[in-house]
């Protein structure tokens, strides 16, 4: 306990002051020696900037990226998709009751995340070592994925089931 240099006199220390140590010098490797930000780490993100900026500028140019007609408040588009992130909880709303895909699920998905700390009390970090935080996370992610393609790619006028490769054209 004597031997700690954390603890003085009972008490923990809560910060190393700065400084040189009362004997000799400090001994630095070269390998962790200061290196600036300016010029070094600056310059590269600018080169990595200039390089991203010219390769969209370039794709730019050579992909004609059309656009849709001027928006109509008056008409609302068929099918109507919801952002990325809730194509998910929209397909869920197609498949079941409201009540249950809008509330029922979302609760019990966050009810579930707020309780797994209580059921997982693995102390280990690793993963190979968390098969319950990691079977969890896989079935969320596969589920959450699953969903957005098929409200994405397999979803067309009507919210009907149509295949991605077959073109629509109107017809029922």
Excluded: C
């Amino acid at each position: 306990m004597a031997d700690d240099p954390q603890i003085v006199e009972g008490q923990r220390v809560l910060g190393v002051v700065p400084g040189k140590p009362p004997v000799g010098d400090e001994k630095v490797p070269e390998r962790q020696k200061l290196v600036f930000t300016w010029p070094h780490l600056l310059v590269r993100h600018a080169v990595a900037s200039l390089g991203v900026l010219l390769f969209v500028l370039v794709v730019a140019i050579l992909f004609n990226a059309p656009l849709k007609e001027i928006a109509n408040p008056a008409v609302t588009p068929n099918p109507e998709k919801a952002p990325w992130y809730f194509v998910g909880l929209q397909e869920l709303l197609s498949l079941l009751h409201p009540m249950i895909a809008g509330v029922l699920l979302p609760g019990m998905l966050v009810g579930g995340l707020i309780i797994l700390p209580y059921i997982d009390r693995n102390p280990a970090r690793k993963a190979r070592f968390r098969k319950v935080a990691v079977w969890t996370f896989t079935l969320f992610l596969v589920a959450w994925i699953v969903l957005t393609v098929i409200g994405f790619a397999f979803r067309g006028p009507d919210w009907m089931w149509i295949w991605p490769w077959n073109e629509w054209h109107g017809e029922l």
